[in-house]
Nanobody, 114 residues
Framework: QVQLVESGGGLVQPGGSLRLSCAAS????????MGWYRQAPGKEREFVAG???????NIANSVQDRFTISRDNAKNTMYLQMNSLKPEDTGVYFC????????WGQGTQVTVSS
């Protein structure tokens, strides 16, 4: 069974940074695309960023100038570098991987608060 495990969440002050990691139990070159969604309390899950196996990226407009997505195939890990964090970035961040079907991680909490 394929597993994706997120890490790196936590509590950070506004303006701070966090780097989320998503480690896969298989080679991530198996995934056509990987990415991140987030879900704030009382809201629907929303797309944050995606990265294709060829390297192209999609970033949500709300985070485009602050977040960067990357992947390290040798480490079977995908990352989300989050800078200049705002309170509205608070939520549970889920990574996913698509290879004909979607696999989700369990999520990691990010809280931006002073």
């Amino acid at each position: 069974q394929v597993q994706l495990v997120e890490s790196g969440g936590g509590l950070v002050q506004p303006g701070g940074s966090l780097r989320l990691s998503c480690a896969a139990s298989i080679s991530i070159v198996s995934f056509n695309v990987m990415g991140w969604y987030r879900q704030a309390p009382g809201k629907e899950r929303e797309f944050v960023a995606g990265i294709f196996s060829a390297g192209s990226r999609n970033i949500a407009n709300s985070v485009q100038d602050r977040f960067t997505i990357s992947r390290d195939n040798a480490k079977n890990t995908m990352y989300l570098q989050m800078n200049s964090l705002k309170p509205e970035d608070t939520g549970v961040y889920f990574c996913y991987g698509d290879r004909g079907f979607r696999t989700w991680g369990q999520g990691t909490q990010v809280t931006v608060s002073s």
